[in-house]
T-cell receptor, first 113, second 114 residues
Framework: EADIYQTPRYLVIGTGKKITLECSQT?????MYWYQQDPGMELHLIHY???????EKGDLSSESTVSRIRTEHFPLTLESARPSHTSQYLC????????????FGDGTRLSIL | KNQVEQSPQSLIILEGKNCTLQ??????????LRWYKQDTGRGPVSLTI?????NTKSNGRYTATLDADTKQSSLHITASQLSDSASYIC?????????????FGRGTQLTVWP
């Protein structure tokens, strides 16, 4: 089992609130990723990081922001949540190398009222 | 446009039966193809990876095949168990960037009935 943890697992919150989704991994992986997944749809990459102080936007436009101050920690922040942000957010990490698998956390199910 | 298409969208089988899931892709250049299993409420877990030179690879009751010429892959599950109920996601990686960009299919939702 991969050691990557996401908190909270579920979050129901009102519009306009600031939200931070936590993701931590204990494997020392340099690469980390955030995906958005809706039911029956493919995963969409919204942010990724190659290492400390490295962050890039993914393919899917997102109003969220990320930071990578420590190798093991890759939090995602929504400054002002809206109902359109309702989704499942998956965090993943991997080592360097083209054929290395991504290890996923169990996700945060976010519902904005 | 690089795409990954999976079929069927959903599948119901009886415990003990075999099944085959399909994945067709148009991703180019091709680096590898990976099958993930995603249990309800959990993150995806890698089952197997296929590189360009590999045709078949097994992981227990899971057998993946790859035809790089026709850009097709299949995942065969033998003697299904209730615990095989999950979404199976096909993911293709290209060689076009240092990131090794991933292209995800929408998954096949497999339900195994007793």
């Amino acid at each position: 089992e991969a050691d990557i943890y996401q908190t909270p697992r579920y979050l129901v919150i009102g519009t306009g609130k600031k939200i931070t989704l936590e993701c931590s991994q204990t494997m020392g992986h340099d690469k980390m990723y955030w995906y958005q997944q809706d039911p029956g749809m493919e995963l969409h990459l919204i942010h990724y990081s190659y290492g400390v102080n490295s962050t890039e936007k993914g393919d899917l436009s997102s109003e969220s922001t990320v930071s990578r101050i420590r190798t093991e920690h890759f939090p995602l922040t929504l400054e002002s949540a809206r109902p359109s942000h309702t989704s499942q957010y998956l965090c993943a990490s991997s080592t360097q190398g083209a054929n290395q698998p991504q290890h996923f956390g169990d996700g945060t199910r976010l519902s904005i009222l | 446009k690089n795409q990954v298409e999976q079929s069927p969208q959903s599948l119901i089988i009886l415990e003990g039966k075999n099944c085959t899931l399909q994945c067709n892709y148009t991703v180019s250049p091709f680096s590898n193809l990976r099958w993930y299993k995603q249990d309800t409420g959990r993150g995806p877990v890698s089952l197997t990876i296929m590189t360009f030179s590999e045709n078949t690879k097994s992981n227990g009751r899971y057998t993946a095949t790859l035809d790089a010429d026709t850009k097709q892959s299949s995942l065969h599950i033998t003697a299904s168990q209730l615990s095989d109920s999950a979404s199976y996601i096909c993911v293709v990686s290209d060689r076009g960037s240092t990131l090794g960009r991933l292209y995800f299919g929408r998954g096949t939702q497999l339900t195994v009935w007793p």
